[in-house]
């Protein structure tokens, strides 16, 4: 049997490969150069993650120019370490090198009671004797005799593999988890907001263990089905997301996009540089011709809606929240410097007031295609005031009648238009009877007002709906 050890070197000569997907895993492409001869041999590769799925992994050569198959398939991940060697030698002596004020270094022997080494990452203090006294923790510096046949520095993949003669690159591909990313944009809104702007980032972090240089990066967006392991995945994360747009002078693009099945693929135009525990920003896009759009909402059945049965109870009659939102919204369209699919992720909105920015509310938003738009809520209006009431109800057993009253008022310096909208949730079949103003009907159990209030103006309001069922 021959054994072929492929080091580091091996990994620096090609460039590898990730595919980061926004559920806390990646797909790993790395090439292995192989020396093969005739027969069984071992290859032992040590540049993978400490957080590799063994049962994910393939190891194949694409381009048919190897001969081999694989006979077993090993992963180990218990690289050495300083209480592993000590769980090693355990009931055994070692010297130790002590340091102590006002006296030169010296050395000594102890015996290993307790190494406190836990299998799973978890540490007890060392237990020592030393000229028979019990010691907890390490008297000093350790030296171990030998790393022994058995040990690893890296974590290891290795195959047994039954080959013909020849040489070339094998590809590894495997997923692991500890890789993230997401995008955030930052939008910066002006008082003309014909010419606000939008930028923002990609944001990718390395927590696999290993580091990946010069690596080809993609990131795939969308929700991808996998199946969870109950109880036994100790690696579970969280996430979120980057920005968007094109200025009016020629840049570099930093990532392009494609459509990949039902997904999107995000390509980053650089080679990535991605140490362990490391975070790293890359700009996903900009614009600085955006139109930007906002709406003030009075919806005070917002939690409420029609549940597929009558409902006939009157409830409250007034008290109902007087909040009026704020959402902001925009197309993702080419004429406003987008038209590319946007990944989900947190929008921040920012004032561009007196050539300060000032931080304004912050949101989610979904993945967006192209030509949809986009709109979030960034908090609730200071001088803007809406108030419900139900002036009158009449049930009867087959019907309920009920007369609204909605005020609106502007309490600001400003022209606002505040748009009313009201859930009408006792019944599917539903008829307005009367009404103060004319209404839109956005879906089946909802209807909207449209209130343009000069500065410190009050609208009433006021429509009868009937529910028959």
Do not use: C
């Amino acid at each position: 049997m021959k054994f072929t050890l492929l080091l580091l070197i091996g990994l620096a000569q090609a460039q590898p490969s990730l595919t980061i997907y926004n559920q806390n895993f990646a797909v790993v492409r790395q090439q292995v150069p192989l020396e093969l001869e005739a027969g069984e041999t071992t290859v032992s590769f040590d540049g993978v993650t400490s957080m590799l799925e063994p049962d994910s992994v393939v190891f194949r050569d694409p381009s048919g120019a190897l001969d081999f198959q694989i006979l077993e398939q090993n992963y180990r991940n218990d690289p050495v370490s300083q209480s592993l060697l000590l769980h090693h030698f355990e009931g055994k002596e070692i010297p130790f090198l002590i340091n102590e004020p006002n006296t030169e270094p010296y050395e000594e022997f102890g015996e290993i009671i307790r190494s406190g080494y836990v299998r799973g990452g978890g540490q007890q203090t060392p237990i020592i004797k030393i000229n028979d006294q019990i010691r907890f923790g390490l008297p000093g510096q350790p030296f171990f005799p030998s790393l022994g046949d058995d040990s690893i520095l890296r974590p290891t993949l290795s195959w047994t593999l039954n080959s013909a003669a020849g040489s070339g690159n094998a590809e590894l591909s495997y997923l692991s988890k500890g890789f993230q990313w997401k995008s955030d944009y930052n939008l910066v809104i002006t008082e003309d907001t014909e010419q606000s702007s939008i930028n923002g980032w990609i944001t990718l972090t390395n927590n696999s263990g290993t580091k990946f240089e010069n690596a080809e990066v993609q990131l795939l967006a969308g929700d991808v089905n996998r199946v969870r392991n109950h109880g036994m995945d100790p690696f579970a994360a969280e996430m979120d997301m980057a920005s968007v747009g094109r200025a009016k002078m020629v840049r570099e693009e930093t990532v392009t996009q494609k459509e990949l099945d039902s997904y999107h693929l995000y390509s980053v135009a650089r080679p990535v540089t991605l140490r362990d525990k490391e975070t790293k920003q890359v700009q996903f896009v900009e614009s600085a011709k955006l139109k930007a759009t906002k709406e003030f909402v009075y919806e005070p059945l917002r939690n409420q809606r029609f549940w597929g049965r009558p409902n006939a109870n009157q409830g409250q009659i007034d008290g109902f929240p007087k909040d009026v939102s704020i959402y902001w919204n925009f197309a993702n369209t080419e004429e406003n410097g987008l038209g590319i699919p946007l990944p989900a992720g947190k929008i921040r909105l920012y004032r561009d007031e007196d050539k300060k920015l000032e931080f304004l509310g912050e949101n989610t938003i979904d993945h967006t295609p192209q030509k949809e738009d986009v709109e979030f809520y960034t908090g609730n209006a200071f001088d803007l005031v809406g108030e419900r009431k139900i002036l009158s109800f009449k049930k009867s057993e087959k019907s309920v009648t009920e007369k609204i009253e909605i005020k609106l008022r502007n309490r600001s310096k400003k022209q606002a238009t505040i748009y009313a909208h009201e859930n009408l949730i006792r019944w599917s079949a539903w008829n307005v009877l009367a009404k103060s103003e004319e209404f839109q009907k956005l879906d089946a159990h909802t209807i909207r007002f449209t209130a343009d209030l000069a500065p410190d103006e009050e609208r009433v309001i006021t429509y009868t709906v009937k529910y028959n069922w």
